[in-house]
């Protein structure tokens, strides 16, 4: 079947259109419909799990799926932060080093994984990174940071975001998104420690390869 078909009419990409369109669709509605907004952010992130498993049942990995799936990952990432530094405007300064963090990190990474000619951007030497990429850890690091960029744009707007159980009021909404705060933030620090590693790491590898091809020059 994944023979037959256009590489752009795979399943898995298919599924990484949804997210395009369901993550524009959170940021569009981010500051005047939170619980769309909320809604269509979440099933954005939970798709990133459901395309990789269609790739591996189907046959249907591509090279197309995989930067796809990277891009839309950090543009989610970059999106969601300029929301929220829209809505905490005197903590710009970390939603704008969270974005750099995570966009150095992985584009290093990206990099030096091509120079290694390396199969995946998710292999390394590393220990800290190869166990961050092993799949449950991946899974539930990726959802506990998304969990944790949610809650603080749900405490934002917990006035409006009426989420819970039917004639649940503010505070309650707001009392259950600051314990998913609380709870996802040492998962949080986690994803932010392994960028850092995996970023290091990165450009050892880079300079590496500088330095060889100066040797060999």
Not at 16 to 21: F, K, P
Not at 29 to 45: D, E, F, K, T, V
Request: proline share 4%.
């Amino acid at each position: 079947m994944a023979s037959r078909l256009p590489v752009l009419l795979f399943v898995p990409n298919l599924i990484g259109y949804v997210r395009v369109i369901a993550q524009f669709s959170s940021y569009y509605n981010a500051l005047h419909n939170p619980r769309i907004s909320i809604a269509c952010y979440l099933l954005g992130q939970a798709l990133d799990a459901v395309d990789g498993i269609a790739a591996r049942v189907l046959g249907q990995a591509s090279e197309m799926g995989r930067v796809l799936d990277m891009v839309t990952d950090r543009c989610s990432t970059t999106c969601f932060c300029l929301v929220l530094a829209h809505l905490y405007p005197e903590r710009i300064g970390v939603f704008t080093f969270l974005v750099t963090l995570d966009l150095f990190s992985h584009w290093y990474h990206m990099h030096a994984t091509l120079l290694a000619a390396g199969v995946s951007h998710k292999s390394s030497s590393n220990w800290v990174v190869r166990l961050y990429y092993h799949k449950p850890i991946l899974f539930w690091t990726c959802a506990g940071t998304e969990l944790w960029y949610t809650s603080l744009y749900a405490l934002a707007k917990a006035p409006e975001v009426l989420l819970t159980v039917p004639f649940s009021s503010p505070a309650a909404v707001f009392s259950l998104w600051r314990a998913v705060f609380i709870a996802a933030s040492p998962i949080f620090l986690l994803k932010q420690v392994t960028n850092i590693v995996q970023l290091a790491e990165a450009i050892k590898a880079v300079v590496a390869v500088d330095d060889t091809r100066r040797k060999e020059g």
